[in-house]
């Protein structure tokens, strides 16, 4: 395996490994650095990855140097190496939803975590995040998503997930790839609030959607959100009527 590296934005670097055995059809696996004063990392990968994922942040900057580690959800390829990260950069602090930190963070990081409010921003010093609860969406409770407001690129976590290998950044259709991955695999927590907590992100006019599992998205962002929101939405009133059905 190797881990790619590409800017997809002023600063903003999408490391990328693609793991094959992933049924069907393999699965890429990105973390972001976002660089900064204080530069930020956004998902850490698993364990076994940290080699790679450190090799290749340290072809951009001294991983000693990273200050900030955030991610979607408490899931080992969203954070399962930020023990490491955090042994090897002294000044790294992890940053999360209160949900997250109190349930599970404050227990599993090696230092306190830094608790984020719903809309909170972080300045990294020519780059400011902001953080944006998403509970349940597309799965765990403490769900949440970051907006890296100078470039306007949306970091979404596991919603459009779809499988297979691909470019870095596309212009093409992603809602219909993230529906083909939820029918596979149905990793999503189904909800009658899901839709609406997706179209939500849609009010950010993002420029930019990096996808955790698959390319970064520069086009309509605005109307691709909104469309993703919609399926769920066509997904929950398909299980409601599923069970009124049975009943």
Excluded at 93 to 103: E, I, S
Excluded at 132 to 149: K, R, S
């Amino acid at each position: 395996m190797e881990t790619r590296i590409d800017e997809i934005g002023a600063g903003i670097y999408r490391l990328s490994t693609f793991i094959p055995q992933v049924e069907p059809g393999g699965l890429v696996f990105n973390q972001f650095l976002i660089a900064g004063d204080e530069p930020l990392l956004f998902h850490t990968g698993m364990r076994g990855l940290f080699p790679l994922v450190r090799e290749a942040v340290g072809r951009i900057l001294a991983p000693s140097s990273l200050r900030w580690i955030t991610f979607g959800h408490y899931e080992a390829d969203e954070c399962g190496s930020m023990n490491d990260w955090l042994d090897i950069a002294p000044h790294a602090q992890v940053a999360h939803g209160a949900t997250g930190v109190m349930v599970s963070l404050n227990d599993m990081a090696a230092r306190a975590p830094r608790i984020l409010a719903d809309n909170e921003t972080i300045d990294l010093g020519g780059k400011c995040v902001r953080y944006l609860d998403t509970p349940h969406t597309p799965h765990g409770w403490e769900a949440g998503v970051i907006f890296e407001e100078t470039t306007g690129t949306l970091f979404c976590g596991d919603l459009f997930t779809q499988f297979g290998a691909g470019p870095a950044m596309t212009d093409g259709d992603i809602v219909g790839p993230a529906i083909a991955g939820e029918d596979a695999a149905h990793f999503s927590s189904l909800h009658p609030a899901m839709g609406a907590t997706i179209r939500k992100l849609s009010n950010l006019a993002p420029r930019t959607i990096a996808l955790m599992h698959g390319p970064a998205f520069s086009g309509d962002c605005a109307s691709t959100i909104r469309a993703l929101g919609d399926d769920y939405d066509r997904r929950v009133r398909a299980a409601l009527n599923e069970v009124a059905r049975a009943a």
